[in-house]
């Protein structure tokens, strides 16, 4: 992963999991094929996340994610089209330009994704990319020329952050780390976050109760150990990011959640 990738949305995602290269996934296969379900109610049609991302001191810029329901289907399944979008503002804008774009076409009931495109552009750094998933073959098509064999249930860089949001933590371990398998840059990579327990935060003026965490990071790529990044979702049925922050090998970031519209459940807010 080049380091150029950890700036606004890719920071986001990037610090709230840990990308950590390890063993490939044992490849399973179905003898009768179907797709899988998963009850929750953490996100819906019209929810709206605004995050402000700082570089030290500095207001470097933006990001928002957005759900909204897609007005046809999927092998006739009923799909979210989710857009994260990212970019630079002020000064930051002149010393390195961000503009980022992902899009994740996600399986409301199974919460796997069927389409992932990606337009980045950071500093000149540009990545276009169109991965089509086939979840009963498990299997993704990179646009170019090559298909790739996954395990079940495979995510995207931004259908996995929604994916993290619909499993249960009520019962977690302080110390207890969940894996997600996701397919990033022609790669099969897990994703790791490890819950650290209850806290209550206080993020633009309110105050939270939350679950914190801490992403099982690569020592020494971006960031020197793992407890270097920490990461506070709300303790509610929502269970949004709130404020995810570290501290890299050249400073510090942090993104925080500036608005939330739309949420599917009460935030778990404390007066």
Same mark, same amino acid.
């Given at each position: ?9 890719? #920071? $986001?995602?990037?610090?709230? @999991? ?7 996934? *044992? ?15 953490? @996100? ?33 399944? #009923? ?8 970019? %630079?503002?002020?000064? &930051?804008?002149?010393? @390195? ?6 899009? #994740?076409?996600?399986?409301? !009931? ?9 337009? %980045? ?11 089509? @998933? ?15 064999? %996954? ?27 969940? #894996?997600?398998?996701? &397919? +990033? ?27 914190? $965490?801490?992403? +099982? +990071? *690569?020592?020494?790529?971006? &960031? ?5 990044? %920490?990461?506070?979702?709300? !303790? ?13 090998? +050249? ?21």
């Amino acid at each position: 992963m080049n380091i150029k990738n950890y700036l606004l949305i890719s #920071t $986001f995602l990037c610090i709230f @999991f840990g990308f950590t290269k390890n063993s490939t996934p *044992q490849i399973e296969t179905q003898e009768t094929p179907t797709y899988r379900t998963i009850n929750h109610n953490a @996100f819906k049609n019209g929810e709206k996340l605004e995050y402000r991302l700082h570089y030290g001191v500095i207001n470097a810029g933006t990001a928002q994610l957005e759900v909204k329901l897609l007005d046809k289907k999927f092998a006739g399944r #009923t799909v979210y089209h989710i857009v994260g979008s990212g970019k %630079t503002k002020g000064a &930051f804008d002149w010393i @390195f330009k961000v503009r980022d774009n992902y899009e #994740t076409y996600l399986d409301v !009931d199974g919460v796997f994704p069927w389409l992932f495109v990606r337009n %980045t552009d950071e500093g000149g750094y540009k990545i276009n990319q169109t991965y089509k @998933f086939s979840p009963l073959k498990n299997k993704v098509d990179n646009g170019e020329g090559k298909k790739f064999e %996954t395990p079940n249930g495979i995510q995207d860089m931004l259908s996995s952050f929604y994916y993290a949001r619909s499993i249960d933590y009520s019962k977690a371990k302080i110390g207890e780390a969940f #894996t997600i398998w996701s &397919f +990033v840059d022609d790669e099969i990579w897990p994703l790791k976050i490890r819950y650290m327990g209850k806290d209550e935060i206080k993020v633009s003026g309110k105050k939270y109760k939350a679950m914190k $965490f801490h992403p +099982v +990071v *690569q020592e020494g790529r971006l &960031f020197e150990h793992e407890e270097d990044v %920490t990461v506070w979702i709300s !303790d509610d049925e929502n269970k949004i990011p709130l404020l995810a922050q570290g501290k890299v090998l +050249v400073g510090s970031i942090k993104m925080e959640l500036i608005n939330a519209v739309g949420l599917a459940n009460p935030p778990a807010l404390i007066k």
